[in-house]
């Protein structure tokens, strides 16, 4: 059973940065994509960013292109969002989740994802 789970996150002023952090278990973290997911409250969970596998591919919401880049060490296991020129609005419980089966196919949509961790909390400061 994959474990995943979430850190790094915390109280940041608006037009900071912040990295948070997934660390998978439980299953060959290198054989398929991964994904950010984020929500606020009162509001839907949104796709945030998607990568391939060997991470030459990523896939971004409109909302945080250019700002957050997605990443990933194989070797650790551990999936990552770089978070820059933070605004209000992207105060949100993050999760990271992984798809049901290995597969390359960068997913933006919550039911292409299985396993999804406990989530960290980003909180921006305006």
């Known amino acids: 059973q994959a474990q995943l789970v979430e850190s790094g996150g915390g109280l940041v002023q608006a037009g900071g940065s912040l990295r948070v952090s997934c660390a998978v278990s439980?299953?060959?973290?290198?054989?398929?994509?991964m994904g950010w997911f984020r929500q606020a409250p009162g509001k839907e969970r949104q796709f945030v960013a998607g990568i391939s596998p060997n991470g030459d591919t990523s896939v971004y919401a409109d909302s945080v292109k250019g700002r957050f880049t997605i990443s990933r060490d194989n070797r650790k296991s551990t999936l990552y969002l770089q978070m820059s020129s933070l605004k209000p609005e992207d105060t949100a419980l993050y999760y990271c989740?992984?798809?049901?089966?290995?597969?390359?196919?960068?997913?933006?949509?919550?039911?292409?994802?299985?396993?999804w961790g406990q989530g960290t909390q980003v909180t921006v400061a305006s």
């Open positions: 439980g299953r060959t973290f290198s054989s398929s994509a």
């Open positions: 989740a992984a798809p049901p089966v290995y597969s390359a196919y960068v997913g933006t949509r919550g039911y292409d994802y299985t396993y």
